[in-house]
């Protein structure tokens, strides 16, 4: 049964690839950067060569995007065309083809300003059922290809998992008040209470997505560590987080302490995987206690898999301000940089 990744030279395909190819599974990955994962070198939107690779292609895992630090280096028009006519352009090939399953792999940015709530107002429950209000282009556009995913899908032509992922990759923060006053690291593991995953687990999610997506038929699931906060904590968080965390984990402050850490002073939002866990069977390893536990015994926190594949570079540019100033959408009227 040979897999179809797209996207493998980014962070979660590279992660597929390599997991893959471990196991001894058969798997193509394509990509427009070359790299030691890609197979192919080819865009998403060449119709003509996915309908030459998808013959004994049986699942497809697309994985492949332009993402938020592509919105100050590219135009909206460039995102539509990768993040939804690409995958229009799958949908249709794989459906030709009688693909067994398609696993698309959207964001939890989709939700957009949904996952700001206003001051005085507790942190944001976050579960499949909060209603999308995107707020930038990368957004709107994985947003539009979830209905693409769904509509065909419903049609009965092409069983397909949609998974919002949240934050798997290892760079810096995008904002300058989190660079400024935490570490990556102190960061991270902070991010493992309420809006990250480790790629390893990010890469089970989908693994097991593309096997029980014939069972399902269609299904929309968050991927993010298991929280270990209830909806009842949710004003406390907004207000003083320490005080939820320091209940459910007493040993963080001396852990925290020890490394010269501290906690964000405002968790405003809480994804919940707890529905990709029941219907999927998905079961995360790398949550919070265990990060505390790996802290605590002087070992890496990431998985052997996230710290193999390491750091990706997204633009050939060196921003003075920060890996990727998000803020900018600099060409959306010309549809070139200015």
């Not at 290809?145 to 934050?167: N, Q």
Request: some cysteine; overall charge negative; hydrophobic content about 40%.
């Amino acid at each position: 049964m040979t897999i179809l990744v797209t996207g493998s030279a980014g962070h979660l395909g590279e992660g597929l690839m390599r997991t893959l190819r471990e196991a001894g599974r058969p798997a193509i990955g394509i990509d427009l950067k070359e790299s030691p994962f890609t197979d192919q070198v080819c865009s998403i939107t060449d119709r003509t060569l996915l309908r030459k690779l998808m013959p004994g292609i049986r699942q497809v895992i697309h994985t492949a995007a332009l993402h938020k630090p592509h919105i100050v280096t590219n135009s909206r028009q460039e995102f539509v065309d990768t993040n939804i006519t690409g995958t229009l352009a799958l949908l249709d090939c794989a459906g030709d083809a009688d693909v067994e399953s398609f696993v698309f792999t959207s964001t939890t940015s989709a939700f957009g300003s949904s996952l700001s709530p206003k001051l005085g107002m507790p942190s944001a429950w976050i579960t499949e059922d909060v209603t999308p209000v995107p707020k930038n282009i990368y957004g709107a556009t994985k947003l539009a290809a979830e209905h693409l995913c769904e509509m065909i899908a419903r049609s009965g032509k092409l069983p397909t998992i949609i998974l919002r992922t949240s934050r798997f990759f290892p760079e810096e923060d995008d904002s300058p008040d989190i660079r400024d006053h935490f570490t990556i690291e102190n960061a991270q593991v902070n991010e493992l209470l309420y809006r990250r995953v480790d790629l390893e687990d990010a890469v089970s999610a989908h693994l097991i997505a593309a096997d029980k997506a014939s069972s399902i038929g269609f299904g929309r699931y968050i991927i993010s560590a298991p929280t270990p906060f209830q909806e009842s904590d949710l004003m406390t968080l907004r207000n003083a987080p320490f005080d939820v965390v320091g209940r459910i984990f007493p040993q963080c402050e001396s852990i925290y302490a020890s490394q010269g850490w501290r906690l964000f002073p405002d968790l405003d939002r809480v994804y919940v995987s707890r529905r990709a866990m029941r219907d999927l069977g998905w079961r995360p390893k790398w949550d919070f206690r265990v990060a505390l536990k790996c802290v605590e015994d002087g070992q890496d926190f990431r998985s052997p898999l996230a710290l193999a594949v390491g750091r990706k570079v997204y633009h050939g540019t060196f921003f003075e301000n920060g890996p990727y100033p998000i803020e900018a959408e600099p060409a959306q009227r010309t549809g070139r940089l200015e």
